[in-house]
């Protein structure tokens, strides 16, 4: 039966219809009844059906037959399609021997459809080119076939033509599956060695660690060890991911399953982990996954600091279901205690922020997204900075360096003008375009990580009116002319709202905080100066008018000094409350800050 089974992942750009191609193979297969079936089957997470959007790796077995009768176990792993959870793909790659390559027939090929080609022929997997939306009105068939055959260098002829949403093309898809793809190597008389590459908690069984048998054999009730860390459990429950999970007695060299061995800690099974057995253990570990590297960093902090220790073990539970979540303890003047943490871009640290506010009911502050600076110190001394408050004294400072990517971004050519603008505008630089299509260019360009962290994505969809596809990767540090701004809020300093940005925009960023800031902090009894420093130089202000009482409107007529000294005496007030007042910045004041228009 070894023979008889097939690993593969769907691959594709965002939005290129993964989820929906999943869906209808579960249906095709029989492998979930019409009554319990739903858009999304395998997006277990309330955001991810929201959003429309795949967040997490997902695996599920499914049984079908070829047209020869005979029976075949199909391993599918849903993947993500945008660019920041890309480390999710590498480790579906690495548990499969064939992927299926999406192709939207009214976009073509997208950035990301090329970066995950590139994955899967790293991992030297049998690729079958799949043209999805076929039924659209705009599907232009034939210049999506020039571009696999172009771009990608896939052979046209070997592409499936389908519709996920109707169904059509499904049949032929399933056949070339079975045909197409190869069996999984491995030796079953080998030591057992499987491949960790996702891992769920459960508050009642612990952890649920999902895993492909490469060499061996696992069997229930015995002893396990995990390689990495050399820790010992006992098996209590294995079985296939169906739908539902279904519990097994075997799992042999090529199935891919599930194991339950009482494992408590959330950081004992990291990705990546080989599973060997305890009796008869391998000798060496399987290559793990290339590590998830946060780009951008940010600090979580509890709005009632009561919320501290819960905060803590939420993040401990996150960081299970989510291994590229990277984070470290703070503590901040203005706001307590908190965390550290390394995100592997904008969309990733909001999916994170609204877990944590959903799944754990935590009321949270951001502060403002940094990259990792590298700092070079008149002592030789190098350090690497993702927090303003750790930026050395600038007296101290030989030479800032910021991270730079190589982005590409593919668009139709009417949208080339804008654009070029665009990327002008981020500060980038030596760029290329080729056209990839008859009517479609990609642009290749040098710029700052640091400008791409806040709204770029977002930017580009707006100018390109939903056309536009970008992918990036990192491409080393390059000298930047850096200025750490500060916040004063009535004349205290705000750590949390701290920047660190090039020089040349550090007056408009300090001007547009402070005028965010304005809008967010409630009026008072008296005047809050906001103010925009780097070192002792105020380069942007602005003020919060007092509220006031009107002290003389019992005066009316009489005599003047009167009504003077009733507002020279409202006048003393205002000086003694200026004094002693405590300014309390509300939560939405800190999200203020981050808005770039």
Same mark, same amino acid.
């Not at 197409?180 to 960790?196: C, F, H």
């Given at each position: 039966m070894r023979k008889n089974i097939r690993n593969f992942c769907i691959i594709a750009h965002i939005d290129h219809g993964k989820s929906t191609l999943a869906d209808r193979l579960l249906q095709v297969t029989g492998s979930v009844s019409d009554r319990e079936f739903h858009n999304q089957m395998l997006d277990s997470m309330d955001i991810e059906r929201e959003r429309g959007i795949t967040i997490k790796s997902t695996a599920v077995t499914m049984y079908s037959e070829n047209k020869a009768g005979e029976k075949f176990q199909l391993n599918l792993i849903?993947?993500? #399609?945008?660019?920041?959870?890309?480390?999710?793909?590498s480790r579906a790659l690495a548990s499969c021997e064939g992927a299926l390559l999406v192709v939207d027939a009214a976009q073509g090929v997208e950035a990301q459809t090329l970066a995950n080609l590139y994955k899967a022929m790293e991992q030297d997997l049998e690729i079958i080119p799949?043209?999805? /939306?076929?039924?659209?009105?705009? +599907?232009?068939?034939?210049?999506?076939?020039?571009?696999?055959?172009?771009?990608?260098?896939?052979?046209?002829? #070997? +592409?499936?033509?389908?519709?996920? @949403?109707?169904? !059509?093309?499904?049949?032929?898809?399933?056949e070339a599956i079975m045909e197409?793809?190869?069996?999984? $190597?491995?030796?079953?008389?080998?030591?057992?060695?499987?491949?960790?590459f996702d891992s769920i908690?459960?508050?009642?069984? #612990?952890?649920?660690?999902?895993?492909? %048998? %490469?060499?061996g054999v696992m069997r229930s009730d015995r002893d396990i060890l995990l390689m990495a860390k050399g820790n010992e459990y006992r098996i209590e429950e294995i079985g296939h991911l169906g739908i539902k999970r279904e519990k097994c007695r075997i799992l042999e060299n090529g199935d891919v399953g599930y194991v339950i061995a009482g494992i408590k800690s959330v950081s004992d099974v990291r990705s990546g982990e080989t599973i060997t057995a305890k009796l008869n253990p391998a000798e060496e570990m399987l290559d793990g996954f290339a590590q998830a590297k946060p780009v951008v960093f940010s600090s979580l902090f509890p709005i009632s600091s009561e919320d501290y220790n819960d905060l803590a073990l939420a993040m401990e539970k996150l960081k299970l279901n989510d291994a590229s979540l990277i984070f470290e303890k703070v503590n901040s003047v203005g706001l307590g205690f908190g965390f550290?943490?390394?995100?592997?871009?904008?969309?990733?640290?909001?999916? &994170? *922020?609204e877990r944590l506010e959903r799944e754990f009911g935590m009321s949270l502050v951001l502060t403002a997204p940094t990259v990792l600076y590298k700092v070079s110190l008149t002592n030789g001394e190098v350090r690497y900075i993702d927090n303003p408050n750790l930026y050395p004294d600038p007296s101290r400072?030989?030479?800032?360096?910021?991270?730079?990517? @190589?982005?590409?971004?593919?668009?139709?050519? @009417?949208?080339?003008?804008? &654009?070029?603008?665009?990327?002008?505008?981020?500060?980038?630089?030596?760029?290329?375009?080729?056209?990839?299509? $008859?009517?479609? &260019?990609?642009? @290749? &360009?040098d710029m700052p990580l640091a400008e791409i962290v806040y709204d770029f994505y977002d930017k580009l /969809?707006? %100018?390109? !009116?939903?056309?536009?596809?970008?992918?990036?990767? $990192?491409?080393?540090?390059?000298?930047?002319?850096?200025?750490?701004?500060?916040?004063? %809020?009535n004349h205290e300093k705000v750590d949390a709202l701290s920047m660190l940005v090039h020089r040349d925009r550090a007056n408009t960023w300090a001007k547009r905080a402070c005028e965010n800031?304005? /809008?967010?902090?409630?009026? *008072? !009894?008296?005047?809050?100066?906001? !103010?925009?420093?780097? #070192?002792?130089?105020?380069? $942007?202000?602005?003020?919060?008018? +007092?509220?006031? /009482?009107d002290v003389t409107a019992k005066c009316y007529g009489g005599d003047i000094t009167r009504k003077r000294k009733l507002l020279d005496k409202q006048k003393a007030g205002k000086k003694r409350m200026k004094m002693v007042g405590k300014v309390m910045i509300p939560q939405k004041a800190f999200l203020a800050v981050l808005k770039r228009d």
């Open positions: 849903d993947t993500p #399609g945008h660019v920041d959870f890309s480390y999710e793909v799949v043209v999805n /939306k076929i039924d659209l009105p705009s +599907a232009n068939i034939e210049e999506t076939l020039y571009e696999i055959d172009n771009e990608l260098g896939l052979d046209p002829d #070997g +592409a499936i033509l389908i519709s996920a @949403k109707t169904g !059509q093309g499904i049949e032929e898809l399933l197409r793809i190869p069996p999984p $190597a491995g030796n079953p008389d080998a030591p057992l060695r499987a491949r960790v908690f459960d508050p009642y069984r #612990g952890v649920i660690a999902y895993f492909r %048998v %490469v060499d550290r943490c390394g995100f592997l871009g904008l969309l990733h640290l909001e999916v &994170v *922020q400072i030989e030479l800032t360096e910021e991270p730079y990517i @190589k982005a590409s971004v593919i668009m139709p050519d @009417k949208y080339i003008g804008p &654009v070029t603008t665009l990327l002008l505008d981020r500060r980038g630089q030596n760029y290329t375009n080729t056209y990839v299509g $008859a009517r479609r &260019v990609e642009i @290749k &360009v /969809k707006s %100018v390109t !009116q939903g056309y536009g596809s970008f992918d990036y990767e $990192a491409s080393g540090y390059q000298p930047g002319n850096l200025a750490k701004v500060d916040i004063l %809020v800031l304005k /809008k967010a902090i409630p009026r *008072q !009894q008296f005047k809050i100066p906001i !103010q925009g420093t780097i #070192g002792g130089a105020v380069i $942007a202000r602005t003020t919060i008018s +007092a509220l006031r /009482k």
